[in-house]
């Protein structure tokens, strides 16, 4: 497989929108989980290489006034390090290194504030359809440049695992299953757990 080349510390080089909403990761702490997820603005509709509402909520100009669901996130400071849009085109947002805001109140393997040491990666879509065989190309590819470069990455799971109590994503249609048999060769696939 081919591995997605480092452009900077942190940056792959693939499409960067550069977030502010990140901070330091603590000390001393192994980034060993990636964290997958799935996203739509607005919810069920699939148009940020059209309209970049995604790419606005991460950068915080998402503008209120174009959809009435935008009222209630426009102000929210989230980010992840990567959305893998429909066609399955990656984007990145912050640097690996840096901790980006996309877990919340978490929980993985007893171990609280799952942002501190761990990779976000949101696909374009949502609970209720399935996703494009694009994103799980870009996808797997993403997951062996990671593995390749973050050597202390070992776990992969999804946002509902770590916060079953408010998430539900990346949903039911997210094939687990295809993406075991895919990355089983490089990740050892008793370490997805969802």
């Known amino acids: 497989m081919k591995k997605i080349k480092i452009q900077a510390p942190g940056?792959?080089?693939v499409k960067h929108i550069y977030s502010t909403n990140y901070n330091l990761r603590p000390e001393n702490i192994d980034i060993s989980l990636i964290v997958i997820h799935n996203i739509s603005l607005?919810?069920?509709e699939f148009e940020n290489q059209k309209f970049g509402y995604i790419n606005q909520l991460f950068t915080n100009c998402l503008n209120k006034?174009?959809?009435d669901y935008f009222k209630t996130i426009?102000?929210?400071k989230v980010s992840s390090h990567f959305l893998?849009?429909?066609?399955?085109?990656?984007?990145q947002y912050v640097s690996t290194y840096l901790r980006a805001w996309h877990a919340g109140i978490s929980e993985f393997k007893d171990i609280k504030n799952c942002n501190d040491y761990s990779i976000g990666i949101e696909l374009e879509g949502s609970d209720f359809c399935g996703f494009e065989d694009e994103q799980y190309s870009s996808l797997i590819q993403l997951i062996y440049s990671l593995k390749n470069?973050?050597?202390t990455?070992?776990?992969?799971?999804s946002h509902s695992h770590i916060a079953s109590n408010r998430k539900t994503d990346p949903g039911k249609f997210f094939n687990w299953k295809y993406l075991q048999e895919e990355i089983k060769d490089f990740?050892?696939?008793?370490n997805i757990i969802v």
């Open 11 to 13: 940056w792959l080089a």
């Open 42 to 44: 607005p919810p069920e």
């Open 65 to 67: 006034n174009k959809h």
């Open 74 to 76: 426009y102000d929210n």
């Open 84 to 91: 893998i849009q429909r066609n399955g085109v990656i984007i």
């Open 149 to 151: 470069y973050h050597t």
């Open 153 to 157: 990455l070992n776990y992969i799971t």
């Open 187 to 190: 990740w050892d696939i008793n």
